[in-house]
């Protein structure tokens, strides 16, 4: 492995008064081998730069010899674009400082080349403007009218998606062996394993994910990951970074079940569920029960977070919620998570 951190090379958007809106990098590389990081240092310079045509198809042979031969591709079939496009080198992996820098960094997370909360995002936000997301691809909030009307002029309908920083997982990478029924729902920068299914109310923030296989219906936080085998059910939630939780990262472990409108605001080891409309926070006061239907203690949520084989309920009689011992394993219907 080499010292160099990432790199790519991609074709950017940029606004009327050309501020970059975005940049598609389809092959970025983390931790590129010695021989293809010598390659890099010899033809691009460190940090973003703007490279011609002629210079990705160089680049593009010189890559090949290095044995990257799936980024020398991308740079040859970019070169053949015939406009301006987008290099960034990265020595370090350190706080975000440029809108290129963000999209390669969301880019390797969807790419699965990066787990979540493995990458330096500070600065992220600062560095993503926010962009007018249409048919017609990224178009600067401040653009859009004039693209409007230019549109209707044209006898064309220019169809705006979305008004966010962030735009779609799917107009960027397309992760092999997973589902998603609504692409507008996974947003770039999320991690989707092999085998994951995203049902149509699913949503996966950015830096957050399922290692995969997982059928998720609910939604995945900033931050969070869920485990192999786990089921998040309709309209379930986990509670992220930026929705509360602070600093404290949430994980669901392997074979779990969070039901129906259910959720938690803490980690769940292995092999536990949470019922249907039931949400358990780090606050939450909970009557810990044995195997034998007996009163152990009662406990808050933190103090019971991270372990394994938990089965929480609310007692229907009194309305506490209860801990109860569960080591009956998930298992997630195997039809559900076939690709072929």
Known sequence: MSDLFAFGVGHATHSGSGKTLEVFFPTPVKDPSPATARTIRTHLNTGVSGIAPAQAATLARALMEAGASDAARTCALLAEIDKPLTAIVLERDEPIQSTAEAYLKLQLLSHRQALPNTLNLEGIFAQLPNVVWTSNGAIDVGDIEAALIAARRSGQHLTVHGLDKFPRMTDYVIPSGVRIADASRIRLGAYLGEGTTVMHEGFVNFNAGAIGPN???????QGVIVAEHTDLGGSSSTMGTLS?????K????????IGANAGTGISLGDRCTIEAGLYITSGTVIDVIDEDGNRVRTAKGRELSGLSDMLFIRNS????VECRTNRAAIKLNEQLHAHN
């Open 215 to 221: 059928m998720i219906e609910g939604r995945i936080s």
């Open 244 to 248: 509360g939780g602070g600093n404290i």
């Open 250 to 257: 949430v994980s669901i472990g392997r074979h779990c079940l």
């Open 317 to 320: 009689r009194t309305s506490k």
